[in-house]
């Protein structure tokens, strides 16, 4: 089973509007982090959160982490049409070696 | 560096024939993973490896096959094809498996260096 969900599923916006998108998990974690994938490529890593941070930011990339809710959210402000892609928070357990992955939230930015 | 390479791009294969999917890494990784990816969804980890001679499976390890020899290379072999294996397969690497390296917190998972993929069609 996967660890991760992300939320919504697909998600399709006017270039310049931020987009928002969520992830949640089950189990403890050491870190949680965000990737993106384009179409017919490989998963390019975003950021990493560690388990006892609260918020990142990495140029246009904000994330959250609530531990306590067990959830995660990627904001990507003032988005344009080359941030089309789909996107995947992965997880790292406690204790274990196994990164799990989300299915996904696909971005559409309408230029 | 050349990052995470891996051979073939595309693949197909007969049900019920063998091969061995490549992955090779210049950036001396320890942790070595291979993932499939299916249509519309997420990765799944198949068999992961924390240094050389040192494998573990992952959620879905099934009808494949790893080796560690050298901390390079993390080959993923299918034993006999099945349309089920028909997939996207993805390597990736990362530099820091063992809890507790570096300033005295743990660094596991750090972040992963993914190869660009195979595509293996099995009828």
């Known amino acids: 089973s996967q660890q991760g969900e992300e939320d919504p599923q697909a998600l399709s916006i006017q270039e310049g509007e931020n987009a928002t998108m969520n992830c949640s998990y089950k189990?403890?974690?050491?870190?949680l982090q965000w990737y993106r994938q384009n179409s017919g490529r490989g998963l390019v890593h975003l950021i990493l959160?560690?388990?006892?941070?609260r918020e990142k930011h990495s140029g246009r990339l904000r994330v959250t982490l609530d531990t306590s809710k067990k959830s995660s959210s990627l904001l990507i402000t003032a988005s344009r049409a080359a941030d089309t892609a789909s996107y995947f928070c992965?997880?790292?357990?406690?204790?274990?070696?196994?990164?799990?992955f989300g299915a996904g939230t696909r971005l559409f930015v309408k230029a | 560096n050349a990052g995470v390479t891996q051979t073939p791009k595309f693949q197909v294969l007969k049900t019920g024939q063998s091969m061995t999917l490549q992955c090779a890494q210049d950036?001396?990784?320890?942790?070595m993973s291979w993932y499939r990816q299916d249509p519309g969804m997420g990765l799944r980890l198949i068999h992961y490896?924390?240094?050389?001679?040192?494998?573990d499976q992952g959620e879905v390890p099934n009808g494949y096959n790893v080796s560690r020899s050298t901390t390079e290379d993390f080959p993923l072999r299918l034993l006999s094809a099945a349309p089920s294996q028909t997939s996207v397969y993805f390597c990736?690497?990362?530099?820091?498996?063992?809890?507790?390296?570096?300033?005295?917190?743990?660094?596991?998972?750090?972040?992963?260096?993914f190869g660009p993929g195979t595509r293996l069609t099995v009828l």
């Open positions: 990736a690497s990362s530099y820091s498996p063992w809890p507790g390296q570096g300033l005295g917190e743990s660094l596991f998972p750090d972040t992963q260096y």
């Open positions: 189990t403890s974690i050491n870190n």
């Open positions: 959160i560690r388990s006892n941070e």
């Open positions: 992965a997880t790292g357990n406690t204790g274990g070696f196994k990164t799990i």
């Open positions: 950036m001396n990784h320890e942790y």
């Open positions: 490896s924390v240094g050389a001679g040192i494998t």
